[in-house]
């Protein structure tokens, strides 16, 4: 990847914005070069177009509209509470109306609309993976929580957190192709469109939002890209084109006449061009782990022994499934055995043997691969709890710790995965290495002061430059507008 070359990343009010009072031409779009000046962040709070959309809304719900909403939501929450939090279904709901509401009044527990989607689209996360529609609620729940930060406007962190969200809405799409869903596939392109704009891809950006129309064109969202991106390229006939469909599909969005006068104003997009970034390399690489050995069979020793029963049939058919029902079962198996046998391995006794931490990994392994990441985590806290009374399991710490630290930043988990990354640095003494190398750009991106500061050790002039912050207000739109359509399931 360059390092010594430059990337066009967009600012600007973008068709969700309140328009400026007009100019009197704009024939292209502005490109502004970073500045090469060491002025601290604070003496520059960025140009006039990031200033304003940082302040200015998407649009804005009528009174009837956030009572509908409410009550919508109370609904939904209430489904959840009725499955004991296992309605896949009425969690991503919850989940999409909260971030369609977006109100900033704190909940008992301090939580605004965005943190509460955010928690709710985690839950729907560790219940079912696998579902597309969860992974693109977590893909906006994540965008709204990470980007648009007013505590920490600088290139590099930002460039990281939209790889963050990027890389969960193609795991949506790879999983789309098994268990397709013609709107989730829809909304998943329109989101990878706006990431692409806001990152000023604009090739990228165009693609992904002709794929979203295409396949579903009365997705309003995806036509509102069209138009940004037309307008980024001063391709204003082709704007007012993408935006009046979008309003003919929803013509009671207020930030779509905005749009269409910025058009026929022929105001187009600003831009500020940054410098690109190898630490994405860093982060695209997944997983960590190495690859798993398989496990150790129960000795014909251990197996005699009655305690054994469950827990060596549980590894004995773990061995052999070819389902993920046959896999579960095998799993829950080694996970109940362990029960009987923990009072044994408490005394030493030889019927706890080294085939049972090896299994208790085994099992954490194929929750994980079979969708069922909650069950992973906790059976890997078990193995690691139990560390010190497993006959020879103190060797299988690092790799369990790495492990369960890939599982928790596949689930979008970020704060837990970068503190496991860097446990593992810390036991396989690699300060420098990848997993402590990824756990610094997660708390960078999460705004931790470690990962900060060392980002800003590596980057001193992209960090100080204030003057390129991202406003963020592409994706931001984009989430809210995306929560509104029709078609959810």
């Avoid at 200015?56 to 009837?64: D, I, M, N, Q």
């Avoid at 269409?260 to 940054?274: C, G, T």
Wanted: hydrophobic share 45%.
């Amino acid at each position: 990847m360059r390092t010594g070359g430059v990337a066009v990343l967009l600012v600007g009010l973008g068709s969700c914005q309140a328009s400026p009072p007009p100019a009197p031409t704009t024939p292209a779009p502005t490109v502004v070069l970073a500045a090469e000046s060491e002025t601290p962040a604070t003496e520059r709070p960025g140009p006039p177009e990031c200033r304003r959309a940082t302040r200015v809304g998407c649009f804005a719900l009528t009174p009837e509209e956030t009572a509908s909403l409410d009550a919508r939501i109370e609904a939904a929450h209430q489904a959840v509470v009725d499955s004991k939090y296992v309605d896949v279904g009425a969690i991503v709901e919850q989940a999409r109306l909260q971030l369609r509401r977006e109100s900033s009044s704190p909940d008992s527990d301090g939580d605004s609309d965005v943190e509460r989607a955010m928690k709710n689209s985690m839950r729907a996360m560790v219940v079912d993976s696998t579902l597309p529609a969860v992974r693109l609620v977590t893909a906006m729940a994540l965008a709204r929580t990470l980007l648009n930060r007013e505590d920490e406007h600088n290139a590099e962190a930002a460039r990281i957190r939209l790889h963050l969200v990027a890389a969960q809405a193609r795991a949506g799409l790879a999983l789309s192709s098994v268990r397709p869903m013609r709107f989730v596939t829809s909304a998943t392109h329109a989101l990878l469109g706006y990431l692409a704009l806001e990152a000023s891809d604009l090739v990228r950006a165009r693609t992904e939002l002709e794929t979203a129309s295409r396949l579903m064109p009365d997705l309003a969202t995806a036509w509102v890209g069209l138009g940004d991106v037309a307008r980024a390229r001063a391709d204003f006939e082709a704007a007012a084109s993408a935006y009046g469909r979008a309003a003919a599909l929803n013509p009671n969005d207020p930030g779509l006449r905005d749009a269409i006068q910025a058009a026929a104003q022929r105001e187009a997009l600003s831009r500020v061009r940054l410098g690109d970034s190898a630490e994405l390399e860093t982060l695209a690489a997944i997983p960590l782990a190495p690859p798993p050995r398989p496990a150790v069979p129960c000795p014909p020793t251990a197996r005699a022994h009655p305690a054994n029963t469950v827990f060596c049939d549980g590894l004995d058919a773990l061995g052999r499934t070819s389902t993920e029902v046959d896999t579960r079962d095998a799993a829950k198996r080694i996970v109940e055995g362990y029960q009987t046998l923990e009072p044994l391995c408490d005394a030493g006794d030889p019927a706890c043997g080294d085939h049972v931490g090896p299994a208790l990994a085994a099992a954490a392994r194929s929750f994980v691969q079979i969708g069922l990441p909650a069950k992973g985590i906790q059976t890997y806290r078990l193995l690691l709890q139990q560390r010190g009374r497993l006959p020879h399991a103190e060797h299988l710490l690092p790799t369990a710790t790495l492990e369960m630290a890939d599982t928790y930043y596949q689930l979008a988990m970020y704060s837990q995965a970068a503190s496991q990354y860097h446990l593992y640095a810390e036991l396989v003494q690699e300060p420098k290495g990848p997993s402590a190398q990824r756990s610094l750009l997660l708390q960078a991106a999460l705004g931790e002061a470690a990962g900060v500061d060392a980002l800003a050790r590596r980057h001193p002039e992209a960090m100080n430059r204030r003057s390129a912050a991202l406003c963020h207000r592409f994706v931001v739109c984009a989430v809210r507008r995306l929560a509104g359509e029709l078609g959810w399931p």
